[in-house]
């Protein structure tokens, strides 16, 4: 089969599948479940891996709804991985567009598959729970961490957005819990027999904002108190906030970590009371770049039927956070976007969750799975180009962000 034959092999596959994944990702849109309780969605998108012939694990990597799909050829060649996220958000649901996310991963691995006999190699489907974060969340770090990567070559996903734009650096995140543990009594009538867990809590706010003016300026840290005691005259004996602590790269953000922990240790010792600190799910690191991974892939873009007025390809980074950056620090890895709507829509709003449902949205199931594929054949078939973006990542990991 010639380079063009295989291509329509698998444009072909998309397009009489489409229908069908278009009812998926309605499906997921209609189950919206947070991070750790995906089980509707994971249900969903295992079952038609099965249905396409991948082999499939379930509860994988610590995650009661990751799962291992694979399909591995007759013939030796390289190993992709497709990462699938399929979580909602809290209260509004499905506003950043996962139940479009899984839904790509799945049928271009599925529409690759129709072709890997012949080109040969291995596609893997790894469904990653909890991108949003949350209980058990930011399960790719896990994936990493378990050594899921280990014997993979690249890997490969598409986010839903306003416009198509290249994967952009993100900001490495440690979610943090802070919780004091002190002693009851009247706030009135005996206070000194109480220890107050609230003023060592506030104590660590106050002293986070005396640090921000000594950090570099790409350090954002933001927290909440999620329990201030029970009762206006009761000395609060547990008070507990959370915090996420970003920087532009690990070994700041490692640095930030341990300055943010003594100040947690020095309101303990102020305040007489004890503390726990630490992580409530996975550090999510940086996202490193490769750039000629992201070249391959809009390499096809017009052959997709891509809009050039809809293609934003500068070079930009977010504020925010994403897990898909624990993959890039150990392996070649892309995340660019597709549109789903004519108009801005900003992540996580209403606007958002009605395009993830969209015509637009639906329709762009069929060119992001396409465009996957066929960058993910380019792979398969030129050992030398997978060598350079192999090469170009370990550069851009020894530059870091």
């Known amino acids: 089969m010639t380079t063009t034959t295989i291509e329509a092999t698998i444009k072909e596959f998309i397009d009489q599948r489409l229908p069908e994944y278009q009812a998926l990702a309605l499906d997921i849109h209609d189950h919206p479940e947070v991070s750790n309780y ?5 249900d969903a998108l295992i079952q038609q891996l099965e249905k396409e012939g991948f082999t499939v694990t379930k509860e994988v990597a610590g995650h009661r709804t990751g799962f291992d799909a694979r399909y591995v050829s007759a013939k030796e060649g390289p190993t992709l991985a497709f990462l699938a996220e399929f979580d909602a958000l809290p209260g509004i649901g499905h506003a950043c567009g996962h139940n479009l ?11 690759l598959k129709q072709v890997i006999d012949e080109i040969g190699g291995e596609i893997r489907v790894y469904g990653t729970p909890g991108e949003e974060g949350g209980e058990n969340g930011s399960a790719k770090g896990s994936f990493v961490r378990e050594g899921f990567f280990n014997d993979v070559d690249a890997a490969l996903c598409i986010h839903p957005a306003y ?6 650096k993100s900001l490495a995140n440690d979610p943090v819990d802070i919780k004091f543990y002190g002693k009851a009594s009247h706030a009135a009538a005996a206070p000194e027999k109480g220890i107050n867990a609230l003023e060592a809590l506030l104590q660590v706010f106050n002293g986070i904002n005396g640090l921000r003016l000594h950090l570099p300026k790409d350090v954002n840290i933001h927290g909440i108190i999620t329990d201030g005691g029970v009762a206006a005259n009761v000395v609060p004996e547990y008070a507990a906030g959370r915090f996420y602590l970003r920087a532009a ?10 300055k943010v922990e003594n100040i947690v240790k020095g309101a303990a010792l102020a305040t007489g009371t004890s503390y726990e600190f ?18 391959v892939f809009f390499n096809h873009a017009q052959a997709a039927g891509v809009p050039s007025d809809e293609i934003d390809t500068s070079e930009r980074a977010s504020l925010g956070s994403s897990d898909v950056g ?11 976007t597709v549109s789903i709507s004519d108009d801005y829509i900003a992540g996580h709003s209403e606007e958002f969750k009605a395009a993830a449902r969209s015509e637009k949205g639906l329709a762009s199931i069929a060119i992001a799975a396409e465009l996957l594929a066929n960058t993910a054949l380019d792979l398969l078939q030129d050992p030398e180009l997978l060598a350079a973006i192999k090469a170009q990542h370990k550069e851009s990991l020894a530059k870091g962000n």
């Open 38 to 42: 995906e089980f509707y969605s994971s």
């Open 326 to 336: 624990n993959v890039s620090q150990v392996i070649p890895t892309i995340q660019p």
């Open 101 to 111: 996310f899984g839904t790509y991963s799945v049928l271009a691995a599925s529409g």
């Open 249 to 258: 790269n690990r070994k700041t953000l490692d640095e930030v970590y341990q």
């Open 278 to 295: 630490g992580l409530f799910q996975n550090a999510v690191d940086d996202v490193i770049v490769t750039p000629l991974f992201d070249e």
């Open 163 to 168: 416009r198509y734009s290249k994967t952009t």
